[in-house]
């Protein structure tokens, strides 16, 4: 059992940055892929960005170059440094963990955190 906790949501100006952690309980953390995804009013989850146990990233398109992911496995925490906020990337956040490799599909991650707000002004 894997229980995930983000912080760092909040309410910024576009262009702003903003930096989410995810702290994950349990022993076996290096070996998890673990994911940011991103949920909007009246949208869908969507996968933002995953980082393999082995630290190879994935990116969705909308956030390359401005969004990155990194993990410390010492520390069992994944981190998503957001900079060039735009208000389209208001969304509650969710972190999320699987074992194995990284992918894109969020019913594929067998872990979830509870979410964290993040509200960009324009």
């Known amino acids: 059992q894997v229980q995930l906790v983000e912080s760092g949501g909040g309410l910024v100006q576009a262009g702003a940055s903003l930096r989410l952690s995810c702290v994950a309980s349990?022993?076996?953390?290096?070996?998890?892929?673990m994911g940011w995804f991103r949920q909007a009013p009246g949208k869908e989850r969507e996968f933002v960005v995953a980082?393999?146990?082995?630290?190879?990233?994935y990116y969705e398109d909308s956030v390359k170059g401005r969004f990155t992911i990194s993990r410390d496995n010492a520390k069992n925490a994944v981190y998503l440094q957001m900079n060039s906020l735009k208000p389209e990337d208001t969304a509650v956040y969710y972190c999320?963990?699987?074992?194995?490799?990284?992918?894109?599909?969020?019913?594929?991650?067998?872990?979830w955190g509870q979410g964290t707000q993040v509200t960009v002004s324009s």
């Open positions: 999320a963990a699987k074992y194995g490799s990284a992918v894109y599909k969020a019913p594929a991650y067998e872990y």
């Open positions: 349990g022993r076996t953390f290096s070996r998890y892929a």
């Open positions: 980082i393999g146990w082995s630290g190879n990233t």
